[in-house]
Nanobody, 127 residues
Framework: EVQLAESGGGAVQPGGSLTLSCQFS????????LGWFRQAPGKEREMVAD???????TYAPRVLGRFTISADIVKNALLLQMDRLKPEDTARYYC?????????????????????WGQGTQVTVSS
């Protein structure tokens, strides 16, 4: 059974940093597409960042240069390092994994089509 569990969220002041972790349980194939998404109240879920099957990253324009996505395969975890946080980063953050092949990770990422999703972790940026 595959499950994803996010952790590391919390409250931080603008300009601060947080590191989110997505812990995998069960078998996640090494070449799965891996992504982070977020959703603020009253808004649609949006793309944050993803790793393709070669672990090359893609970032949403709103977070480019401030967030870093990475995977720790040994620990079966997906990480999101968030720096220089802004109030508009306030949202619930979700991780996702797509083990199926046949389409590019960009296809899955832009359409938010993933087999596995976590329950999310809240990030609140305010002064």
């Amino acid at each position: 059974e595959v499950q994803l569990a996010e952790s590391g969220g919390g409250a931080v002041q603008p300009g601060g940093s947080l590191t989110l972790s997505c812990q995998f349980s069960g078998d996640i194939p090494r070449r799965s597409c891996l992504g982070w998404f977020r959703q603020a109240p009253g808004k649609e879920r949006e793309m944050v960042a993803d790793l393709d099957r070669d672990r090359l990253p893609t970032y949403a324009p709103r977070v480019l240069g401030r967030f870093t996505i990475s995977a720790d395969i040994v620990k079966n975890a997906l990480l999101l390092q968030m720096d220089r946080l802004k109030p508009e980063d306030t949202a619930r953050y979700y991780c996702a994994a797509e083990p199926r092949e046949g389409y590019s990770c960009d296809y899955h990422y832009t359409r938010q089509l993933y087999t596995y999703w976590g329950q999310g972790t809240q990030v609140t940026v305010s002064s």
